[in-house]
């Protein structure tokens, strides 16, 4: 394991490029120099140059001759930049209702200038959005929709939430498994079975008991899912989705 280097702040330049290396192990297991200069829409020179800089800051493993990999350090900053870009993503989308071109383009644009207390707290409010048992935060295009008592409002939360209760309880009876979840479906994981191996694989990628994730996307042949856990993207095996018993929220 390389040491940690000092900390220094990375440039925007230099998170694009960690967030491409990112993706590209994700998707391919592998990252090369052409690769990240193809997705990042650069010259393989610059590529090069900015490997330098995230190798001496013991953020990844780089020979000019080998593939590129992220050391642990690099894989928990990596992270942290693609949660941001999403949870900017997800709020420009889900909240504010801008398209999804939008919302990625402006979430690109934005993302390398806002303090971190900025983000934390737009994650709060985002989760609190996916979860609300009142049906969300009611949102017009004319003007949001506000009321002077809560009377109705706290009527409606109690059966839904009562409704949400029954159904979760059916759910975890029932046995069912993220690999049986609907697209598009958020649910919240309830267990985890298997080896300890495999348990704390899934804890690497924050799949653990009480956190809420979507289903993005299902591979047709495989079975494979693309999950959204808490801001970024995991890919899992239709076998190990097979160990996650989830019920909806």
Known sequence: MQPNKPSVPLSSALEDYLEAIYHLEQERRIARVRDIAKRLGVKMSSVSSALKSLGARGLIEYDPHQFIT????GIETAKEIVRRHEVLKRFLSKVLRFDEVAAEDNACRIEHHLDP???????????????????????????PQTCDECVTCLEEARKKTASRARAQKAAVKEGRTLAEIDLGSQVMIDSVTGTDELRQRLSDHQLEVGVIIEVESKDQQSGDLRLNVKGYHVTLP???????????I
């Open 117 to 143: 207390e900025v983000i934390d707290r737009l994650v709060k409010f985002v989760e609190f959005m996916e979860t609300c048992p009142v049906d969300q935060t009611r949102w017009h295009e004319d003007a």
């Open 70 to 73: 992220l050391t642990d350090q």
């Open 238 to 248: 239709a076998r190990e989705a097979c160990m996650v018993r989830v019920k909806p």
